[in-house]
């Protein structure tokens, strides 16, 4: 499973024009699901992401979980970031097909509203136009 986690100020997708999700403040989430992963990795990057200190303390160090930080979520599949570049037309092969997906986005999402975050999603499969403004900028790719 791999997860790009930025830092936003603000984050939304748009399916068809509406909006189907939203934060203010947190962590625009980009989850690719592997052939291979399982549920214990799915819990695993989802711990991990909901534990990232990365927002600043007093002293302006990244020292603060997201929980304290006040930070919610934004989930958002993303199959590419699977992508086999050894050509120039990208395979995606290495990437879980959707009855296997499915399942492990929606238990990543389940688990980070169990760590006690507001989570808000895009929808697994469709055609999204996903917006943010980055902070700091922090990124940060996790994986297992």
């Given at each position: 499973?791999?997860?790009?986690?930025?830092?936003?100020?603000?984050?939304?997708?748009?399916?068809?024009?509406?909006?189907?999700?939203?934060?203010?403040?947190?962590?625009?989430?980009?989850?690719?699901?592997?052939?291979?992963?399982?549920?214990?990795?799915?819990?695993?990057?989802?711990?991990r992401v909901c534990g990232l200190r990365v927002?600043?303390?007093?002293?302006?160090?990244?020292?603060?979980?997201?929980?304290?930080?006040?930070?919610?979520?934004?989930?958002?599949?993303?199959?590419t970031l699977y992508a086999d570049v050894s050509?120039?037309?990208?395979?995606?092969?290495?990437?879980?097909?959707?009855?296997?997906?499915?399942?492990?986005?929606?238990?990543?999402?389940?688990?980070?509203?169990?760590?006690?975050?507001?989570?808000?999603?895009?929808?697994f499969g469709a055609d999204m136009q996903v917006?943010?403004?980055?902070?700091?900028?922090?990124?940060?790719?996790?994986?297992?």
């Amino acid at each position: 499973m791999r997860a790009v986690v930025t830092r936003v100020k603000e984050a939304s997708v748009t399916i068809d024009g509406q909006v189907t999700g939203a934060i203010e403040g947190g962590f625009l989430v980009l989850l690719g699901v592997h052939k291979d992963d399982t549920e214990d990795i799915t819990r695993w990057v989802a711990d991990r992401v909901c534990g990232l200190r990365v927002f600043g303390d007093e002293d302006g160090r990244m020292n603060i979980n997201p929980k304290d930080a006040g930070a919610k979520l934004l989930v958002v599949s993303q199959f590419t970031l699977y992508a086999d570049v050894s050509s120039r037309r990208p395979g995606f092969s290495d990437a879980a097909r959707p009855d296997k997906a499915i399942p492990l986005y929606e238990l990543f999402i389940s688990e980070c509203r169990d760590h006690g975050f507001e989570v808000a999603t895009g929808e697994f499969g469709a055609d999204m136009q996903v917006s943010s403004i980055n902070d700091g900028p922090v990124t940060i790719i996790v994986e297992k």
